[in-house]
Nanobody
Framework: VQLQASGGGVVQAGDSLKLSCTGS????????ITWFRQAPGKEREFVGG????????HYADDVKGRFAVSRDNAKNTMYLQMSSLKPEDTAVYYC??????????????????WGQGTLVTVSS
């Protein structure tokens, strides 16, 4: 499955932003879709993921309560709603696909399909 991330931009601290990840094939609905992010000079890190049918979600501790993932399989699209953004949320955000359960798939090595990334910049 090919993935395309979009929705990044420049916002101020405290603002909200919604990212989208669109898949190219009908098999989109058979994958867990997850967001990772990579800040300059840092490793790519897990942000949050959602299971194939949308019934299970999993988040990194530092985004719990601020970020929410959802998906619309009819549109082959998954979303990351980000609220109360902080400067430390500044990063390139990538979506990725895996057949694994999102609670068990937080490592980049578990993902075989990646989108191209979208930059989120949060100014203070």
């Amino acid at each position: 499955v090919q993935l395309q991330a979009s929705g990044g931009g420049v916002v101020q601290a405290g603002d909200s932003l919604k990212l989208s990840c669109t898949g190219s094939r009908r098999t989109f609905a058979t994958y867990t879709i997850t967001w990772f992010r990579q800040a300059p000079g840092k490793e790519r890190e897990f942000v949050g993921g959602i299971s194939r049918g949308g019934s299970s979600t999993h988040y990194a501790d530092d985004v719990k309560g601020r970020f929410a993932v959802s998906r619309d399989n009819a549109k082959n699209t998954m979303y990351l709603q980000m609220s109360s953004l902080k400067p430390e949320d500044t990063a390139v955000y990538y979506c990725a696909a895996t057949p694994r359960d999102p609670r068990l798939a937080t490592a980049t090595s578990q993902y075989g399909y990646w989108g191209q990334g979208t930059l989120v910049t949060v100014s203070s």
